[in-house]
């Protein structure tokens, strides 16, 4: 699978290969990647006003070293009615660390014990509050796929005490790109993307409020969220409250039921029909499939969407 995640300048290509558990996301600005198994990564940084492209190959596996320390498990609950995915709830013991989750997009590893390997995965659950009162600042939540060798984290009970590292890499910088007059004036309009499990990170941007989006920040934003079947889309409680909060949700199948009354096919699709709204101001997260990602930064682009936002 590739996530697929631009920015202001720079464009990150994340290749894990297939039974990724979580979706690694860049330290900004930084040419160092961590994934759950070995690839390589091509990052291609464009240059505006040279015209030209830089690429990089990298091989994951880079990054600080750990430094452990103990969480255990609140709650894991099934994320999707096919059962696929589930959402974990964890509470780490060293509160001084969870305060280092500062900003959506960053990401921790997670071990059972130092026999088991690492599981590098994003954080679902939005920054905690700065309220020093506030019982949840020291619970991160996560979205993991099922898959063979991860059994130990999906099958876990609550109570079930487990190993995290500090957290790590910069994060979306949305605060200062998304605000920013790089490209002569601010985003207005915020286009998401996401296919299966790749709604994690893009769940935890919606949720931080630095989107600034409906009544309170005034931007735009919609999300195309892909996935095989109803039965497959994730935090569908959690539509609402998005949608609440100034975002459009538009869940795209690629293998519909005949009563099925929303869009099908892909999220490159969907986007095609639907148009760009103020091309030249939009901005775009994207996390997914590679061919859905290359064909929306495609699509995005031809509309007039300035490369790199």
């Known amino acids: 699978m590739l996530s697929l995640l631009p920015f202001y300048g720079l464009l990150l290509l994340l290749i894990p290969t297939p039974g990724c558990d979580g979706f690694v996301l860049p330290q900004q600005r ?49 994320a999707c009615k096919s059962e696929t995915c589930v959402s974990l709830k964890l509470e780490l013991e060293d509160v001084e660390s969870a305060k280092e989750y500062t900003i959506p997009g960053q990401y921790i590893q997670l071990r059972l014990n130092e026999e088991t390997k690492p599981l590098f995965l994003a954080i679902s ?33 609550v109570g079930d005490a487990m190993e995290i590292s500090q957290v790590l890499g910069n994060g979306f910088p949305m605060a200062d790109e998304f605000d ?31 989107l600034q989006t409906g009544r309170s920040g005034g931007r735009t934003a919609r999300l195309y969220y892909g996935v095989r079947s109803p ?16 975002i459009e949700v538009v869940p795209v199948l ?19 029909e639907d148009g760009v709204i103020m091309p030249r101001n ?15 930064k495609d699509l995005l682009t031809k509309s007039g969407t300035f490369e790199g936002r």
């Open 30 to 78: 930084q040419q160092q990647v961590l994934s759950t198994s070995a690839a390589d990564v091509v990052v291609q940084t464009f240059n505006k006003n040279k015209n030209r492209r830089h690429n990089n190959v990298l091989y994951m596996g880079w990054g600080p070293e750990p430094i452990w320390s103990s969480a255990k498990l609140i709650s894991n609950e099934v």
């Open 125 to 157: 659950s939005a920054p905690p509050s700065k309220k020093e009162d506030d019982d949840s600042n020291n619970e991160f939540e996560f979205l993991v796929k099922k898959t063979d060798g991860n059994e130990w984290l999906t099958s876990a009970t």
């Open 180 to 210: 920013s007059f790089k490209y002569d004036f601010p985003t207005q309009n915020v286009m998401l993307f996401a296919c299966g499990s790749g709604i994690a990170p893009i769940k935890a941007a919606m949720e931080s409020g630095l």
């Open 231 to 246: 039965e497959d889309l994730c935090f569908v409680r959690d539509f609402s409250k998005w949608e609440a909060s100034g």
């Open 254 to 272: 690629s293998q519909p039921p005949e009563t099925w009354p929303g869009r099908s096919g892909y999220v490159q699709n969907a986007l095609e």
């Open 282 to 296: 939009s901005g775009a997260l994207l996390c997914g499939m590679k061919g859905m990602s290359e064909s929306v």
